[in-house]
């Protein structure tokens, strides 16, 4: 059972950044690692990727060039970097652990942290 707990969120003004964290328990070098996000009301939204390789890093299409994937293998933690961001970020952000190569839907990830609150005020 591969534990993950997020960090890093907070309040932000808009253009302005944040780096989330998720730390894991144990080794996620096999795992691929995902973002995901859920502002009030509304269904839980695909952010991005990064594949146990390393060789295949994704984004949703809302956040693509504004939002960086990374991950330290040796730390067992994933790195969401946030840039320019927009009150429509406004979001809980949860990390999510998959053993497939590309795994885009919520449905195909198997651990899941508690999610970290991100508020970006205008």
């Known amino acids: 059972q591969v534990q993950l707990v997020e960090s890093g969120g907070g309040l932000v003004q808009a253009g302005g950044s944040l780096r989330l964290s998720c730390a894991a328990s144990?080794?996620?070098?096999?795992?691929?690692m995902g973002w995901f996000r859920q502002a009030p009301g509304k269904e839980q939204e695909f952010v991005g990727l990064?594949?146990?390789?390393?060789?295949?890093?994704l984004y949703g299409d809302s956040v693509k060039g504004r939002f960086t994937i990374s991950r330290d293998n040796v730390k067992n933690t994933v790195y969401l970097q946030m840039n320019s961001l927009k009150p429509e970020d406004t979001a809980v952000y949860y990390c999510?652990?998959?053993?497939?190569?590309?795994?885009?839907?919520?449905?195909?990830?198997?651990?899941w942290g508690q999610g970290t609150p991100v508020t970006v005020s205008s």
């Open positions: 999510a652990a998959s053993g497939r190569r590309r795994p885009q839907y919520r449905s195909e990830y198997r651990y």
């Open positions: 144990e080794r996620t070098s096999s795992y691929s």
């Open positions: 990064i594949s146990w390789s390393l060789a295949e890093i």
